[in-house]
């Protein structure tokens, strides 16, 4: 084979396939606690399918709970209902094998819960309501300020937990 055919097939693999087995950190966006809860908190599909991908990047043991309830958010902003059901199935069975992973996470019982209130009875997706409101309860003052302050924003909006007991 000629070198000159050698070293264009050499180039184009580098171009196309390259990167995907040569990831940079440079590349990598970067996860944000305070952004990811308000994407939750949007309705907004492209902020959430965003917020998908800096969550597949992200070097952490929670990234599974994360991308499991941004999962579940985008499968209540999408149109077609077959659709709907695929990313509500897919994203909880990631959040659920989460909280199987570290059941004393107050966090992913927060994300649990805020879906579970949301969530269409059709999905049967309400049984740890009171528990996962407990949890949260209990824990509240030892959580990150990022996280104190998702939930009581949260509050404003919830029928479940409220602002007043969370307070000193």
């Not at 996860?31 to 969550?55: C, H, I, P």
């Not at 059901?85 to 649990?112: P, S, V, W, Y």
Request: charged share 25%; aromatic share 10%.
């Amino acid at each position: 084979m000629n070198i000159w055919i050698k070293w264009k097939i050499l180039v184009v693999w580098t171009l196309l396939v390259g990167p995907v087995f040569f990831k940079t950190g440079a590349a990598q966006p970067k996860f944000d606690k305070s952004v990811f809860y308000e994407v939750m908190a949007s309705g907004d599909l492209d902020a959430v399918n965003q917020e998908l991908a800096k969550v597949a990047w992200a070097q952490t043991n929670l990234a599974t709970g994360y991308m499991g309830a941004l999962l579940m958010k985008k499968a209540g902003l999408l149109a077609k209902p077959k659709q709907r059901l695929k990313f509500f199935k897919e994203g909880r069975i990631q959040l659920e094998t989460a909280l199987l992973a570290d059941k004393e996470n107050t966090e992913f019982h927060f994300l649990r819960l805020a879906i579970e209130e949301h969530a269409p009875k059709i999905v049967k997706y309400h049984t740890d309501i009171a528990n996962d409101k407990l949890i949260i309860e209990k824990n509240f003052k030892n959580l990150p300020l990022v996280l104190r302050q998702a939930i009581l924003d949260y509050c404003k909006n919830s029928k479940v937990l409220q602002a007043a007991n969370f307070q000193p």
